[in-house]
Structures are given as structure tokens and as C-alpha cells.
T-cell receptor
Framework: NAGVMQNPRHLVRRRGQEARLRCSPM?????VYWYRQLPEEGLKFMVY????????ESGMPKERFSAEFPKEGPSILRIQQVVRGDSAAYFC???????????????FGPGTRLTVL | QKEVEQNSGPLSVPEGAIASLNCTYS??????FFWYRQYSGKSPELIMF????GDKEDGRFTAQLNKASQYVSLLIRDSQPSDSATYLC?????????FGAGTTVTVRA
């Protein structure tokens, strides 16, 4: 049973380019969460999505960042016009259920390490 | 005040000893608590979760929760060099995980 899959594992972009990060949840999971880990900092929540719905994007920067989880295909985290401060590890997690299951476990993918030159 | 605070470490223990990790949280309404292990350059791996006061044991790991004191701990018994990693305490409220900064543990052979 495959775990959470993310690609690419490493991504290098120059300032001003776009970065697209993909996440496929575990089989049977319909809830996806994105977290960011900046160098020497802890993991921070960015956004929570279900199929075709953004449930909570309160942790995502208001500009340049967007996320989607279409009916078919992986969840996408898109960063437009990247800057050096966007360099970080971006982790996707998935769970089988959501709010209301207070002990809901989230399983993390291997992450995408974004480097902005 | 940070939502989740961990003793900063690093924590160095000899092989075979007990490693003790501590975590406090600020939201008294938090319901569930998680310990993740993260090796350098890797993703967090869930090792324990606890939501009732008291102890929960899983192999060499024991999680302890005291909601009155807003305190969670993790004990690693018979520490092995392979336990050397950063341990992240996390609290969930609804669906958002809030993480501490992590405690780096080094087990000396």
C-alpha cells in the first residue's frame, strides 16, 4: 500500500519563476494538508483541502501561493514568482477523515525541497 | 507564548539509557497529541499519539499526558543509535497540527 507520494523531491527555481508541487494522498484518504518547514524552523500548517474544496488556507501567504485538489489527480501547491525566502521543505500529509475526529492521524509524504536561486 | 513548546536540546544519552522528552501546550482545549520522529533530511514519521490522561506504551516508547498541567512527554527506553533524530511534539485542534520546534536526540554508542 503506497504511502503519500510527492513530486518532485527536489526542485530548483530562479527568482521570479513558478514552482508546482504535487501530492497524491494515501489510498483511501480524501483529506490533504500542506505544511512548510523553513530552515531551522518548525513545521507550519499552510492549507487543508478536500476534493475540489479548500477548507482552510489560513496558514498560506495571501499572495503568490495557491493550492488545489481537483476531482481527478493530485493536489497541487503552486508558488508564483518565487523569492529566496520560499526556499524550504514542503510536506504534504493525508488522513482518512477530518474535523470531528480529534485523534485523526496525518501521514506525511517525503516532501519537496524547494531551492530558489 | 508559542502554542507548543519543547525542551530545546540537544539531548545526548548513552546507548541503553532512557531518553526523556517534554512538551507543553497553551490551548487547554486541545484534545489529541502526537509525537513524530524526523531524521535529518527526511519527513516526519508518526510514532505515537495519545488523547487520554495517563500513559500509553508502544514497544520502547511511552507517551504520558497530563491535561491539567498541559504537559506531554515521551520516554524512549533502551535507547539505540537508530533513535538519533529530532522528535516533534504536535497538538491537533480540529484538523490543524501545531508543531513544537523539536528536540534533537543523539544516542551515543
Amino acid at each position: 500500500n503506497a504511502g503519500v507520494m510527492q513530486n518532485p523531491r527536489h526542485l530548483v527555481r530562479r527568482r521570479g519563476q513558478e514552482a508546482r508541487l504535487r501530492c497524491s494522498p494515501m489510498k483511501g484518504h480524501s483529506h490533504v494538508y500542506w505544511y512548510r518547514q523553513l530552515p531551522e524552523e518548525g513545521l507550519k500548517f499552510m492549507v487543508y483541502l478536500q476534493k475540489e474544496n479548500i477548507i482552510d488556507e489560513s496558514g498560506m501567504p495571501k499572495e503568490r501561493f495557491s493550492a488545489e485538489f481537483p476531482k481527478e489527480g493530485p493536489s497541487i501547491l503552486r508558488i508564483q514568482q518565487v523569492v529566496r525566502g520560499d526556499s524550504a521543505a514542503y510536506f504534504c500529509a493525508s488522513s482518512p477523515s477530518s474535523a470531528g475526529a480529534s485523534y485523526n492521524e496525518q501521514f506525511f509524504g517525503p516532501g519537496t525541497r524547494l531551492t530558489v536561486l | 507564548q508559542k502554542e507548543v513548546e519543547q525542551n530545546s536540546g540537544p539531548l545526548s544519552v548513552p546507548e541503553g539509557a532512557i531518553a526523556s522528552l517534554n512538551c507543553t501546550y497553551s490551548d487547554r482545549g486541545s484534545q489529541s497529541f502526537f509525537w513524530y520522529r524526523q531524521y535529518s533530511g527526511k519527513s516526519p514519521e508518526l510514532i505515537m499519539f495519545i488523547y487520554s490522561n495517563g500513559d500509553k506504551e508502544d514497544g520502547r516508547f511511552t507517551a504520558q499526558l497530563n491535561k491539567a498541567s498541559q504537559y506531554v512527554s515521551l520516554l524512549i527506553r533502551d535507547s539505540q543509535p537508530s533513535d538519533s533524530a529530532t522528535y516533534l511534539c504536535a497538538v491537533i485542534n480540529d484538523y490543524k497540527l501545531s508543531f513544537g520546534a523539536g528536540t534533537t536526540v543523539t544516542v551515543r554508542a
